[in-house]
């Protein structure tokens, strides 16, 4: 009876502990083949343990040319989304206009359509313009892509900021710009940062509106998928590893600042 009584105390933090294990298995399993040296051409069964994929991650052909072209992809993915994505939700809740309410519907339009309907239509739309297919067709489906997105993280912090804040530096004889600089974008950055880094991740993974539209040009995805079908490189998951290492040192990083942050101010 006291094990079902802790049992019942315990549900909601035991229920969150096993999602976030399922969560992370498939990382630890990438994380753990990194490690391994198959006999074979694909990675899919341990054999035995070894480092020669890491102290070799850029052994596979090209490999390490499309994982760059996908970070430049996504780098100025996030800069072109975030900068659009953060004046529209501006321009959504801080004015009215004419079509307001229609375009505040369309925003979420690229986030509930499938992948596949918005690559097609691109790809059309390519097409009839005469663009060849490459890099930069590529960056503007992306961009189209997170646009949404940003929007969205943005928009939900701008509407719960205090507009009395503003008014406050205004009685100070600040100006608009300096208004804007000093107080409205720090208070707006953690919606814009967490925007950010939703369209970068967004960008580097995408393979379905990539592969209609990138002609000959190969992304990490891309050949993930096509290595995949010949062998599974040991050295896609060291990458993999690597980049889920630096996710969670971001993290941590930004849990440690904000809790200095919080300890300065108390």
């Known amino acids: 009876m006291a ?62 040319g499309s994982l760059s072209l996908s970070l ?8 072109g989304a975030t900068v659009l994505g953060t004046m529209i939700a501006f321009a959504l809740v801080r004015y009215r206009f004419r079509a307001r309410g229609a375009v505040n519907s369309l925003i979420f339009l690229p986030m509930a359509m499938p992948e596949v309907v918005m690559a097609a239509s691109l790809l059309t739309l390519f097409l009839n313009m005469g663009a060849q297919l490459g890099f930069w067709t590529i960056l503007i489906a992306h961009i189209m892509f997170c646009l949404s997105f940003v ?35 720090p208070i707006a950055a953690p919606g814009i940062a967490a925007g950010a880094l939703l369209a970068f991740a967004l960008s580097f993974d995408d393979f379905i509106i990539t592969n209609f539209n990138a002609g000959s040009t190969v992304t990490f995805p891309m050949f993930v998928w096509g290595s995949a079908q010949r062998g599974t490189p040991v050295q896609i998951n060291v990458i993999g590893t690597a980049m889920f290492l630096v996710a969670v040192l971001l993290v941590l990083a930004s849990m440690v600042i904000s809790n200095r942050r919080n300890k300065q101010k108390a």
């Open 72 to 79: 430049q992809i996504a780098f100025w993915a996030t800069i």
């Open 151 to 185: 929007v969205t993280a943005v928009k939900a912090r701008v509407m719960s900021m205090d507009p009395r804040l503003e008014e406050a530096a205004r009685d100070l004889y600040a100006g608009p710009f300096q208004t804007f600089v000093r107080v409205t974008l």
């Open 3 to 64: 094990f079902v009584n802790w049992l019942k105390r315990k549900f909601v933090i035991i229920a969150g502990l096993l999602t976030l294990g399922y969560l992370l298995l498939p990382n630890i399993v990438v994380t753990v083949f990194s490690f391994n040296n198959p006999k074979g051409r694909f990675n899919y069964e341990w054999q035995q343990f070894s480092l020669d994929a890491w102290k070799d991650p850029c052994g596979v052909a090209d490999m390490c």
